[in-house]
């Protein structure tokens, strides 16, 4: 046994190699429109991948200048190294997933190649082209640590059930994982959110000879407690580092940037002209003005929306950056400059002031427009989670809606027969990931594919363990 699975550890490790060597070598580092604010620690970023690209800088600069010439050769090395990252990782969780569901060779294969299918489709399907771990952005390091999340995940609910006990070495390193997460995108928060509902139920059912039950006395009301606590610490040292690095780097004591602008873009598509009576301030109305009237113009309104779902939500992407970097933070940059004198040479600044306008026309705004803004999201987090399992055609909306009923009679069904059932468990792990990202994603922006496909793999994975289990269970029977 010990022989065949060391010759399946390789062979799974010679596949990513040898795809991500390819991608490595035929490839050149992709510089994106995010790419400058890593490379320059703008606050409109998260520190985590910025502090990739300085070190990666000096190190190249310094050490590695013969192997990375030139003042752009340690983009080669970032790539160099999230192509490394992305073998590791993913060799690292599909040998745990072959060893812990017990995978024949064909099926380990198969959980190879579902893990390489984002990689091949962003490239050839996606509208960006990208290929994932040649990319200067985040997205070329979260995909790649992604997958160690959902298996820490798994291994502390084993642990749990083993040990009758939540907080273990692994459950405290995958927390600290999802923190370290947070640090190169804060999409990433979601993951602490998974943790915690996660760590609360296995604090309050217990397994037993019969399966789950709920136990409620003292000692699990205390564990419950201990657990908001660690969360709301996590975050609460999260925003501390952000502000901490802030500071070291520009001087700015200040968290992340730029959120509550993307969000305000949201509620700006979905606002009529007479909305603008619920702004108080005469200046901030007359800014509101200024821009719907220039975004309605140009109809960049949801007015103007195409029916059917997909239509307008194809219609809202199109919108929603447009409305954010034009139509508001152009007439925002001006009327910042002319209140506070702060102009774009002082950017990082500006960048925080107009959060703060964001910020105030949102609540003021959001009370008008709750009742489309709504409905705007429901259309943005069905199209969500459509791209989490397939592409946004009308035939694959019904394909989504059929998968994931399938996906979730298929956990209730062997819940059924096994409550501990640990393939079901990954899979509501899963279902609990992709809610989470899809309805915390569509709240600040679109639901576009490089944002949605990280549970992709993991999704079809989870499903072929199911129809394993099933094939096992009526087998038995």
């Not at 580092?29 to 985590?48: F, I, K, L, N, S």
């Not at 979260?142 to 820490?152: A, E, K, N, Q, T």
């Not at 059912?205 to 039950?213: A, I, T, V, Y």
Request: aromatic content about 14%; charged content about 15%; some cysteine.
């Amino acid at each position: 046994m010990r022989k065949s699975v060391k010759w399946t550890d390789i062979i799974i490790f010679i596949l990513f190699a040898g795809f991500f060597g390819a991608m490595f070598v035929i490839g050149e580092p992709v510089y994106t429109g995010d790419t400058y604010q890593y490379e320059c620690q703008m606050v409109m970023r998260e520190p985590g991948y910025s502090l990739l690209m300085q070190g990666s800088r000096f190190l190249c600069a310094t050490v590695l200048s013969a192997l990375f010439p030139g003042e752009d050769g340690y983009y080669h090395f970032i790539i160099l190294f999230q192509n490394i990252l992305a073998v590791i990782t993913n060799t690292v969780f599909v040998s745990f997933i072959s060893k812990r569901y017990k995978l024949n060779i064909p099926f380990t294969l198969l959980a190879v190649i579902i893990m390489l299918a984002p990689h091949i489709m962003t490239p050839v399907f996606a509208s960006t082209n990208l290929i994932l771990t040649n990319s200067l952005m985040t997205e070329g390091v979260i995909f790649s640590l992604y997958p160690l999340f959902i298996m820490g995940m798994i291994k502390s609910i084993d642990e749990a059930f083993l040990k009758s006990e939540p907080f273990t070495k692994t459950s405290i390193f995958t927390l600290l994982l999802g923190f370290l997460m947070t640090l190169i995108r804060g999409q990433m928060m979601v993951l602490i959110i998974v943790w915690f509902i996660v760590m609360v139920c296995l604090v309050l059912f217990e397994k037993n000879d019969e399966g789950l039950s709920l136990r409620l006395g003292k000692s699990q009301i205390l564990k419950v407690f201990a657990i908001v606590f660690i969360v709301l610490l996590t975050f609460v040292v999260r925003i501390y580092t952000v502000r901490a690095y802030n500071y070291i780097e520009n001087g700015l004591f200040v968290d992340t940037a730029s959120g509550k602008a993307m969000s305000f873009a949201n509620i700006l598509y979905v606002t009529d002209r007479e909305d603008g009576q619920a702004i108080e301030d005469k200046e901030l109305r007359e800014l509101f003005y200024q821009m719907y009237d220039s975004a309605y113009n140009d109809e960049m309104n949801y007015r103007f929306a195409p029916e059917g779902i997909l239509a307008r939500e194809a219609y809202f992407e199109k919108c929603h950056d447009e409305l954010n970097f034009t139509y508001f933070g152009g007439p925002a940059k001006q009327y910042v400059e002319n209140k506070t004198g702060i102009t774009v040479e002082q950017y990082q600044e500006l960048m925080i002031e107009i959060d703060k306008i964001a910020d105030e026309l949102s609540g003021m705004l959001m009370p008008k427009v709750l009742k489309r803004y709504v409905s705007n999201y429901i259309d943005t987090i069905i199209v969500g989670f459509v791209r989490t399992v397939a592409y946004p055609a009308k035939i694959l909306v019904f394909y989504s809606i059929f998968i994931y009923v399938s996906a979730i009679i298929l956990t209730l069904f062997i819940l059924k027969k096994d409550r501990c059932n640990m393939a079901a468990i990954f899979m509501l792990v899963v279902l609990l990931c992709i809610a989470g990202n899809v309805t915390a994603t569509a709240l600040m922006i679109q639901c576009i594919s490089r944002y949605m496909i990280y549970n992709l793999p993991l999704f079809y994975i989870a499903g072929v363990l199911e129809f394993i289990e099933i094939y096992r269970i009526t087998a038995d029977n």
